[in-house]
């Protein structure tokens, strides 16, 4: 403790003696403000304090006579100057404004007061932190990660409600990793934001012990598998079987149907056709066909006639040859 109270001394001793000041950092997030401060006990006698950026550019001017504060035109929407403790205040800091800012004292002999060196960074992403479960016995949850962020990585493993707390780091960004007996956390933080990712690992265990439990029943499943495929290919076949049997009793019973309706359209025709021919033929052809051939049944005639068989000799002729006299 002593030595740092004496190296604090002989810094502010020399900053005094030959005007050399020590950058102090100072990290801003993109589109904030950042304030840059002056220890008015250190503050010599001075007519015009300035504050000055790494391009030697005024950022503004104060005159001690006149109390008259001159910002830079580059700056003038975007500084704000306090005469009484002579602090400076950057806004909307971007990428480009990141560099060295310096406050000097003119009077009897310049002074470098103090000096900072501004970094303007963008706020971190969030960490992903990704699980992979196992289920080493019935009431003991194992889990490996990975918690990633940026270009930084953390493998670790979950066992017996606890893990090895880690952290690595890359310049200016940090990852660190931790548990508890509720919970996995992975924290991404730099000097301007932290994000972190938590997972709830008791909830984990208990999804993944249902979600074995279902393979569990899958692969039992999956064993009575084949009976179930001969049975219902057994089904498909007794099925097919019984259409083919359908479809062919269907069709017979239709060509019977048919066969009947022409047989009895053939018999009602032969009818009619019967009954108009032997209305047709005169009683005195009939009468003397049955002399002729001196058989009493007309039903001969009738049955010819009634069969649409083609007569040999024309029905005129008939006619004539019956009506000659003898």
Partial sequence: MAVHHLLVFLLSLLTFKTGFSAEISVFVKTGDSVQLDIQTQELPEFDVLSWTNDKSENIVRYISATKEVKPHNSYKDRVDFNDETFSLTLKNMQKTDTGLYTARASGESEKNIVTYKVSVIDAVD?????????????????????????DLMINSSYQNNRCSPQEVTSQINTLILNCSEESIICNHSNPVSWKKYRINIT????????????????????????????????????????AFLYSKCKKGAQEEGSRVHAQVEAQEMQKNNSDGHTNDIPEQVQDQTQEQTGDNRPNTIYCTVGQHQKPAVPLETIYSVVCKQP
């Fill in 203 to 242: 909830q984990l265990c208990v999804n993944n012990k249902e979600h074995n439990k279902g393979d569990d029943e899958t692969k039992a499943l999956l064993q009575f598998w084949p009976y179930i495929l001969v049975a219902v290919c057994l089904f498909l076949a007794i099925a097919l079987f019984l």
């Fill in 126 to 150: 969030a960490p992903v932190l990704t699980v992979n479960s196992n289920w080493s016995s019935s009431d003991s949850c194992t889990v490996n990660f990975t918690c990633r962020a940026h």
